[in-house]
């Protein structure tokens, strides 16, 4: 298949229905002073609700995207919508760039400036995820993906490139360079989950012994989004393909949960990110990713070098010395500052990080 141009164009009718189902949101109810005991708060919901309802502008937002080159193309008979972003440097290295959930492309707004300085940006929705959804069959796991990105890199001509990415995209991320050995130069990610060994592991730091047992106490409490994600999405997909609110409510937590407090993301873009979900119909196909994909199963070694850069507020927090029992880590950073989002919620570090760690290898 060739790539063809895109670009997003949303019906106006779309857009009515929205502020149709906006305006009839039947609200549930909340126990006195429940605060976050039992989930995102009504009043927060609420408030945006009203905002996305009465003052968000979905099409100063939509320019904002159709700003930056868009191309589809068609591989392994899937739809893959990207981003591309060439630098004005001719030698410039490539580097495709992977979201998460409840990421999308959005995740890198403000950072395709000054990262395109330096690399020539690829930029895709994961299968199953904004314009490349929904999927239509099943196996959609982070290895498929990974193949997919290796595929897109060879169409657009790429030889050696890099490979960034957190959640989902860091474990893309690793697995593209274990299906492209060849090609990919290194990988950065900006999550990197560290569950204790099996055996254990000594010598370690009163911090980093602090890392593996809130690691351990995350896998053995999952948020109640990841068993459904794992077990059923489907059933979960009529919930939030219907309600507007519903589709918010299960976003805006994880941004609340997931984000440094000193380092919120504006509610614009959250909005922006939770339209592409609900413009595309796409919450219960990128749920699938979680069922498709069991972490670590059935995966090649990752050989290129691996940079890591560790956020604070994060959901978890890597341990260097398991990381590189796994890993060639050849870079590492801490920061005291951002959190799971570090491309909108700290786009600064973010994108210095990312620089530092690929300007190592060239």
Request: aromatic residues 10%.
């Amino acid at each position: 298949m060739t790539a063809k141009p895109f670009r997003i164009d949303i019906s106006q009718s779309a857009l009515d229905d929205l502020a149709a189902r906006l305006d009839r949101v039947r609200w549930p109810d909340e126990l006195p002073g429940a605060g976050w005991d039992y989930g995102i708060p009504l009043a927060r919901v609420r408030e945006l609700a009203e905002r996305w309802r009465d003052a968000y502008d979905w099409r100063a937002h939509e320019a904002e995207l159709n700003a930056f080159p868009q191309f589809t193309d068609e591989i392994d008979g899937q739809t893959v919508h990207y981003l591309h972003v060439r630098s004005p440097r001719a030698d410039a290295l490539p580097l495709v760039l992977t979201h998460g959930w409840p990421g999308s492309v959005v995740e890198f707004l403000d950072v395709i400036e000054p990262l395109s300085r330096d690399f020539h940006l690829v930029i895709p929705s994961i299968p199953g995820f904004g314009f490349s959804g929904p999927t239509r069959d099943r196996g959609w796991d982070v290895t498929r993906v990974a193949r997919a990105w290796a595929e897109l890199m060879h169409r657009l001509g790429y030889r050696r490139y890099g490979a960034q990415g957190g959640d989902w995209g860091a474990a893309i991320s690793t697995a593209l360079a274990a299906a492209d050995p060849d090609h990919v130069a290194g990988v950065h990610v900006n999550y990197l989950p560290t569950p204790p060994p099996p055996g254990g592991i000594t010598g370690l730091s009163a911090e980093d012994e602090r890392r593996l047992a809130h690691t351990a106490a995350y896998a053995a409490n999952r948020p109640a989004y990841q068993i459904l994600h794992l077990t059923t999405p489907q059933t979960i997909a009529y919930a939030l393909t219907d309600s507007p609110a519903g589709q918010l409510a299960w976003i805006a937590e994880r941004f609340a949960k997931w984000t440094d407090p000193a380092s919120r993301i504006p509610d614009d873009r959250v909005l922006t990110d939770v339209m592409l979900y609900w413009l595309t119909g796409t919450a219960g196909s990128a749920a699938r990713l979680g069922k498709e994909s069991v972490y670590g199963a059935g995966r090649e070694p990752c050989s290129a070098p691996v940079g890591v850069a560790v956020f604070a507020h994060d959901i978890t927090l890597s341990v260097r010395p398991v990381a590189e029992r796994l890993f060639d880590i050849r870079h590492w950073s801490e920061f005291d500052r951002g959190g799971h989002f570090a491309a909108m919620e700290v786009p600064e570090l973010f994108t210095g990080d990312v620089r530092t760690f690929f300007g190592s290898l060239a």
